[in-house]
T-cell receptor
Framework: QKEVEQNSGPLSVPEGAIASLNCTYS??????FFWYRQYSGKSPELIMS????GDKEDGRFTAQLNKASQYVSLLIRDSQPSDSATYLC????????????FGTGTRLKVLA | DAGVIQSPRHEVTEMGQEVTLRCKPI?????LFWYRQTMMRGLELLIY????????DSGMPEDRFSAKMPNASFSTLKIQPSEPRDSAVYFC?????????????FGEGSWLTVV
């Protein structure tokens, strides 16, 4: 079992809809979580980080963390075609030192 | 800041040849990570360093792979001998754990093709 798991997609949503991306993790030692966006042929870029249970909002993006269920999600409101990309979930362990483990990513397609 | 700088951006080499990938982390960052990305396996952590010291190399696939960080501003990932299954994008990333955003920043990647 991979330490961070995501549905590979593609997830297709119409323009203006809410896109919901999900991630589960197996290491209870993971304390911090990150969502990265990766356009085809480019490197991953950070969208949001979340460290505490609950919701964190930044513009059209909302990250949600539930440590009891070992579940992280990203909601994208008012989805735009420019949001079409692969979204990578990452967890960072703090057991001794810092190690970032990524899921395989979910491909999102926003249909105009 | 210039960001994480990787070279070469693209490399095509023949099976059996030695490949050296290079990385300059962001100045002041104390962690450096090497990842490999393929369609099948996603983004895999190969090895990471803290203050130039290798901390965890359990992701290095086999002895053909080696990595060094001789100083705070330079790291290499070497594959010798290379094989077609090593074809992938290799990303270097760096981080400053005490930083506000507390996350890692990626270079643009080195696209390796072994024929």
């Amino acid at each position: 079992q991979k330490e961070v798991e995501q549905n590979s997609g593609p997830l297709s949503v119409p323009e203006g809809a809410i896109a919901s991306l999900n991630c589960t993790y197996s290491d209870r030692g993971s304390q911090s979580f990150f969502w990265y966006r990766q356009y085809s042929g480019k490197s991953p870029e950070l969208i949001m980080s979340i460290y505490s249970n609950g919701d964190k909002e930044d513009g059209r993006f909302t990250a949600q963390l539930n440590k009891a269920s070992q579940y992280v999600s990203l909601l994208i409101r008012d989805s735009q075609p420019s949001d079409s990309a692969t979204y990578l979930c990452a967890g960072r362990t703090t057991s001794g030192t810092y190690k970032y483990i990524f899921g395989t990513g979910t491909r999102l397609k926003v249909l105009a | 800041d210039a960001g994480v700088i990787q070279s070469p951006r693209h490399e095509v080499t023949e099976m059996g040849q030695e490949v050296t990938l290079r990385c300059k982390p962001i100045s002041g960052h104390d962690y450096l990570f090497w990842y490999r990305q393929t369609m099948m396996r996603g983004l895999e952590l190969l090895i990471y360093f803290n203050n130039n010291v290798p901390i965890d190399d359990s992701g290095m696939p086999e002895d053909r792979f080696s990595a060094k960080m001789p100083n705070a501003s330079f790291s290499t990932l070497k594959i010798q001998p290379s094989e077609p299954r090593d074809s992938a994008v290799y990303f270097c990333a760096s981080s400053f754990i005490g930083g506000v955003r507390n996350t890692i920043y990626f270079g643009e990647g080195s696209w390796l093709t072994v024929v």
